[in-house]
């Protein structure tokens, strides 16, 4: 949902507080249009990520619930740019989206991000996002790192106007940060209340 990591997927180079860069697509524009959608199902943190420590986080398009998000308009080679990065793979390929614009889901690999879901449409044109191949109960669940928890808070603030304490309480119930993170835990790592809704 934070617009500047995204840039970093889009043109390249390592997110702030990130231990790692990204490739960067073969176009670096920035997206047509970015709107905020609420996608049937949750969001849960597991196993370890490379770029922020602790969990990463999933989707779960199955399980009751909605999680808020944020939607840009892509081409085709920059969603599959990004998918790319996310699987370990070199950018440089269109995706065969074929499969989950049929089925509504396609595995294109066992990792833990190769997985296409499409949970529906926006104004004609598929929402596609990518996600392990295995649900919530399936998960080896793992806390977020407060990094990781403060480039989602951002997300939630830029996309759907959430303020810290809002993002705090959302974040701190998901699946993986429950029972680890508490609300005010999340949020002093985000440093503590300002302003807004």
């Known amino acids: 949902m934070h617009a500047d990591r995204l840039a970093r997927y889009l043109r390249g180079g390592r997110p702030a507080g990130g231990a790692r860069g990204q490739h960067g697509c073969r176009d670096g524009r920035p997206p047509a249009r970015s709107v905020p959608v609420l996608l049937p ?5 597991a196993l370890e990520s490379l770029v922020w420590g602790g969990g990463m986080g999933f989707y779960d398009p199955a399980r ?3 999680m808020p998000a944020r939607a ?11 998918a790319a990065q996310e699987m370990h793979r070199v950018p440089g390929a269109d995706l065969d989206l074929a499969g989950v614009l049929g089925g509504g889901r396609d595995r294109l690999g066992p990792g833990r991000y190769e997985t296409l879901v499409c949970p529906g449409t926006l104004d004609g044109v598929p929402v596609l996002t990518f996600t ?3 649900g919530l109960d399936g998960a080896e ?3 977020p790192s407060a990094a990781y ?13 959430w303020g810290r304490r809002r993002a705090a309480g959302y974040l701190a119930t998901r699946p993986g940060a429950a029972g680890y993170w508490s609300a005010a835990a999340v949020l002093a790592a985000l440093g503590g209340e300002a302003p807004g809704p």
């Not at 928890?149 to 106007?161: D, F, K, N, S």
């Open 41 to 45: 199902g949750v969001l849960y943190f």
């Open 64 to 66: 009751a619930g909605r």
């Open 72 to 82: 840009y308009l892509l081409t085709v080679g920059q969603f599959s740019d990004i």
């Open 132 to 134: 392990a191949p295995w």
């Open 141 to 143: 669940l793992n806390a």
């Open 149 to 161: 928890l403060r480039v989602l808070a951002a997300g939630l603030g830029e996309a759907h106007g």
